[in-house]
């Protein structure tokens, strides 16, 4: 008796030296009424008002310094082509910089390289995207053989996906609100709100490789429109 007295005396001043919050039982919340959880996906539409392009230059040569200078040569009149039509070096970053060996295969013979082949590609935003049609046209009369894009997107999409937050939300209730008819119920209140994801205009890649000589009629770029979407999980209370 005399130790399950002392154990007991231990175990007190034990608890006594913790803290208030850590003497406090957790229990679990009850809550009066059912619980329905629903996913929801908000929309908005926004015209691109971006536009991104990969443009570069590739080059073949007997030899690997002769194809890195060609490439040189015509990459600089690309950039400076950039520059004049108004981009901003802000908005041209490289994006790849290649030299490849090239090679002829036979039958039962090991390859033989015939030349190197280089390659240069930047990176361009085009801020206007009605005037990048035009600006193709103008790289690649200057030189750039290898074009990629346009890729079609917000520059700035924050305001947009605020707008798909808020349709989300409320489809979920309007669809927490079916639901509660349906059972006879009411919707109480939001228990919880949590974002599944934000999804950004999706862009559109139209993949070209021109030379100078296939270039006719000017290109165009046609911003149309794009779609933002957002998805939330929304636990309601129904009574």
């Known amino acids: 008796m005399i130790r399950m007295v002392l154990a007991t005396s231990a175990a007190l001043a034990a608890v006594a030296a913790l803290p208030a919050a850590a003497q406090q039982e957790a229990h679990p919340v009850v809550l009066d009424g059912t619980v329905l959880d629903v996913s929801a996906t908000g929309t908005s539409t926004r015209v691109p008002d971006l536009a991104v392009i990969q443009a570069g230059v590739v080059t073949q040569a007997a030899t690997a310094a002769e194809a890195m200078q060609q490439n040189n040569a015509q ?140 270039v006719a009629d000017s290109l165009q770029v046609l911003a149309g429109e794009r779609e933002l979407n957002v998805t939330v999980s929304v636990r309601f209370l129904l009574k």
């Open 75 to 214: 990459m600089t009149r690309v950039v400076a082509a950039l520059r004049k039509a108004g981009i901003a070096d802000r908005d041209v970053q490289t994006a790849r910089i290649s030299l490849s060996p090239q090679y002829r295969y036979a039958d039962n013979k090991p390859p033989v390289i015939t030349g190197y082949q280089a390659s240069n590609q930047v990176s361009v935003r085009f801020r206007d995207v009605a005037k990048s049609g035009a600006i193709l046209d103008t790289l690649v009369t200057v030189g750039a053989n290898d074009i990629q894009g346009p890729n079609l997107t917000l520059d700035k999409p924050e305001g947009a996906l605020d707008e798909a937050r808020v349709d989300a939300v409320k489809k979920a209730r309007a669809r927490a609100e079916l639901y509660a008819a349906a059972a006879g119920l009411k919707v109480d209140r939001i228990l919880t709100i949590s974002e599944n994801g934000a999804l950004p205009p999706v862009p559109v890649p139209m993949m070209m490789r021109a030379a100078k000589a296939e």
